[in-house]
């Protein structure tokens, strides 16, 4: 991708509300809780929450599958933000190497799939991904990978260094290149971070 872009001022949110968010089974569900309320009489406003790391819009590091792999706070912000290319996958199936093959511009580093949580990556999809020099992959769904799937894909992309961003909202987002921002919370020896991701539309 060029490094030339004309930046539109229109800006795609693509992160879930954290609070109302699908939750992955057997995570614990996110709780806010207010110490001091405004509305009560309080004098101020503060709150605690309560959440895992993997609800919600979020990104993942090698440390989350990747014994002695680095923790969020240690990944380069490159992988975060940047040129992206949003792609939509064949809808029901496992997405091989030969969709990237035919569809995926050379030299993308940051790729938005949208599975609507129904296609998945392939073992061979998710090389191709890698040998292409693609530094990070998000999705719409919970997971790149199917059920059963997870540790075999997880292992394969973060092992490789890719750093993956989970349960995007992708809706108003159709298919093309954007300028990317989902900068995970920085926080050490975490494995995810919570992000806020948007995508700013370019011509590239």
Known sequence: MSSSMNRSSSIIDITRELLSAPVYPGDPVP????LYDTASGDPFTLGVIRTGLHV???CDAPLHIIQGGKDISGMDPE???GPCIVLTLPEGQITDAGFFRRILPEGVKRVLLRSRGTSFLSESAGQFLLDSGVITAGTDGMSLASPGEEEIIHTLLLGGGMALIESLDLDHAPDGTYFLSALPLRIQGAEAAPCRAVLFPVDI
């Open 31 to 34: 709780e806010l809780k207010r």
């Open 56 to 58: 919600g819009t979020h």
């Open 79 to 81: 992988h975060f933000i």
